[in-house]
């Protein structure tokens, strides 16, 4: 696709994970077609393209794991590894037809909003600016491998590999291997390991709440079922959904039924462990729902293989051989895995905005990120966010919350085009009182709850979990409220709007 470099596109998407695919496929079925969606990869996918490593799967069943307007009848398990998972994105781009809307390799670099023709101006890099209309900002927030800051990091003369950045290289066999954290990541990639390597050592820093995850292959007459009877998949879909909507009871507040979940985590680990000390290092000291929930059942029995080994001493320090702990052992390595989550960016922004009047949205969330509703931040007109500030769910799936995201921002950006509107902002005032009573509510929360999880900043804010049910989330956004926003027509009238030729 390409426009003149004058005209303005009607919306530029940025990220072409599942996020953006989504809001691609909702702006044309709205019939917006003068956009583009800017990818700095070389292929679509965002997170489920990076995380390759083995045991890559996702721990929320597939069909919840997918957007209501893509139903898709063929998955071949309840829960979805990576693959399939991906495979998933590249149908949806393939049968919707938006392919020669996505850019890869454009890195888009910062974006400023110009008033007087209320347009953003997006840098990317090597390619020069272009300027859209409205912008969707869907670059996701795990995206940059997070490395934790342990002495000697560096001196580490063996093999380093990041879990959202595999070495499928790497040939494991023999080898002895590190594994830092014990998070979401590491439990589907240490049984996979130790399967691989000569040793596997697993350094844990606080041992999670471990559920049991029964995946079960989808048989042909289901797949039938779900192919020639649309209803079905619906039907199986809510019955999911409601499901996990239960489940907030006890993981999103802290109530007799949080006790209830701790009680499955614990006979999980009475059932998969028998040794009592093993068992005592893996219980958690905190209130289950704190940190996210490990769904598995393979992690426990990996952990107890022969060439598996729970190490709990702290890390003093990486050293060119291996993993020293704070008792003094010397732990030698081949090859360390850094299990060790992502760079999430809860303080700051993913690339320079710079909004109306010059201000910088870095500077304004400092302290912690915020915007209304998780979509839309007074003072950056036009711009609309996916998983944005205060979007996460704890017990549901981000696809139901993205999908009302995508549904929202795409009325709010018809609401721009049809009424030639030259500023759609968000109120301040709308914005506090949502975020006085968003930060208010998480306070009853199991993650503000004294963990330490990537939820929260340094200073323990949460800008990243919505304290509520999916189903409150959703509908939060049904509908895009006017009364929340102030509209500027466009007056002069910006560049004429042309058909964006292929
Ligand atoms: O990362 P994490 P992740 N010394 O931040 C440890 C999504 N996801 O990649 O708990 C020693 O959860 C840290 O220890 P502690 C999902 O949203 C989804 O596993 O902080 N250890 C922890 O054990 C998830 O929440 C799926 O004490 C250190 C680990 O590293 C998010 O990705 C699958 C350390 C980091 O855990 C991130 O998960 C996988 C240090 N200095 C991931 N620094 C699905 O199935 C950190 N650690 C959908």
Redesign the pocket.
């Known amino acids: 696709m390409t426009t003149t470099s004058t005209a303005p596109l009607d919306v530029a998407v940025i990220g072409a994970g599942f996020a953006g695919i989504g809001a691609a496929i909702r702006l044309r079925d709205r019939g917006i077609t003068n956009f583009a969606v800017f990818e700095r990869g070389d292929a679509v996918g965002g997170?489920w393209r990076d995380?390759t490593y083995p045991g890559?799967?996702?721990?929320?069943p597939s069909r919840l794991?997918s957007y209501s307007f893509a139903p898709n009848p063929d998955w071949s398990h309840t829960y979805s590894g990576s693959g399939e998972i991906l495979g998933y994105i590249d149908s949806m781009v393939a049968k919707s037809g938006i392919g020669p809307y996505i850019r890869l390799r454009h890195y888009v670099t910062g974006m400023e909003f110009d008033e007087s023709t209320g347009t953003w101006e997006i840098a990317i890099e090597g390619s020069g600016e272009v300027r859209a209309r409205a912008v969707v900002l869907a670059s996701g927030p795990?995206t940059e491998p997070?490395y934790?800051?342990?002495p000697g990091i560096d001196s580490f003369a063996g093999h380093t590999i990041h879990?959202?950045r595999w070495d499928h290289d790497y040939d494991f066999a023999g080898k002895r291997v590190a594994v830092?954290?014990?998070?979401?990541?590491?439990?589907?990639i240490i049984p996979e390991l130790v399967e691989r390597a000569g040793s596997v050592k697993v350094?844990?820093?606080?041992p999670?709440w471990v559920l049991p995850r029964v995946n079960r292959r989808t048989g042909a007459l289901a797949k039938e079922l779900y192919r020639h009877v649309p209803g079905a998949q619906t039907l199986a879909r809510q019955a999911w959904f409601y499901g996990h909507e239960s489940v907030a009871l006890g993981v999103v507040w802290n109530t007799p039924l949080t006790r209830v979940v701790e009680l499955v985590g614990r006979a999980q680990l009475r059932r998969q462990v028998a040794d009592p000390w093993l068992r005592r290092q893996l219980t958690p000291d905190f209130r289950a729902g704190c940190?996210?929930l490990l769904?598995t059942d393979d992690y426990y029995p990996a952990l107890q293989r022969e060439n598996c080994k729970l190490i709990t001493w702290?890390?003093a320090r990486i050293a060119p051989d291996g993993i020293r702990t704070a008792e003094g052992i010397e732990h030698r390595a081949d090859c360390i895995v850094f299990?060790?989550?992502?760079e999430v960016s809860k303080t700051g922004t993913p690339i320079p905005i710079t909004g109306r009047d010059g201000r910088v949205l870095a500077d304004e969330w400092r302290r912690g990120a915020f915007a209304y509703r998780s979509v839309a931040v007074s003072g950056y007109p036009n711009l609309f966010l996916t998983f944005g500030p205060n979007s996460g769910p704890g017990h549901n799936s981000?696809l139901v919350y993205m999908e009302s995201q995508i549904d929202y921002l795409v009325q709010a950006i018809g609401l721009i085009l049809d009424r030639d509107l030259r500023m759609l902002e968000v109120r301040r005032d709308r914005q506090e009182r949502y975020n006085a009573a968003i930060q208010r509510k998480l306070g009853a929360t199991t993650w503000n709850s004294g963990c330490?999880?990537?939820y929260l900043t340094e200073d323990g804010f949460n800008a990243t979990m919505y304290p509520g049910f999916a189903t409150q989330y959703r509908n939060q956004l049904r509908e895009v409220d006017l009364d929340d926003y102030t509209l500027v027509a466009a007056e002069p009238r910006i560049a004429p709007r042309v058909a964006s030729v292929s």
């Open positions: 997170t995380n890559a799967a996702c721990d929320i794991y795990l997070g934790p800051d342990i879990s959202a830092i954290g014990t998070g979401a990541s590491a439990v589907q350094f844990q820093r606080t999670g940190k996210r769904m702290p890390i299990a060790t989550g992502f981000a330490r999880s990537w």
